[in-house]
């Protein structure tokens, strides 16, 4: 049964991952920032690249708000991925 479990759970993100593409309208800047900082801490992990340059406004951004989940478990990250995808389509809706 564990295994069963593990598979909906991986199936819930995949489907998250693909539901958020579908939004009525594109989420705020920040949930933006947040879905692409959970979404890099479920699949890869910890920030493994350098910060980008001063100029780089929207690189630095996204690599500060994926640092900002350092030694977050990928499960909790996948967990509340799901959870703000669900958010928005209840907020936002889906196309």
Do not use: H
Not at 34 to 51: F, M, P, W
Not at 67 to 91: H, R
Request: with cysteine.
């Amino acid at each position: 049964m564990k295994l069963l479990q593990k598979y909906l759970f991986f199936q819930r993100f995949n489907t998250a991952a693909v539901a958020v593409k579908e939004l009525a309208a594109p989420p705020a800047d920040e949930d933006l920032l947040e879905l692409y900082a959970l979404y890099k801490q479920s699949t890869i992990g910890d920030c493994n690249t350098g910060r980008p340059g001063m100029l780089d406004f929207k690189g630095k951004a996204k690599w500060d708000a994926w640092n900002g989940k350092k030694n977050m478990e990928p499960k909790t990250a996948k967990e509340q991925y799901i959870a703000k995808v669900e958010a928005l389509i209840a907020s936002i809706g889906k196309k």
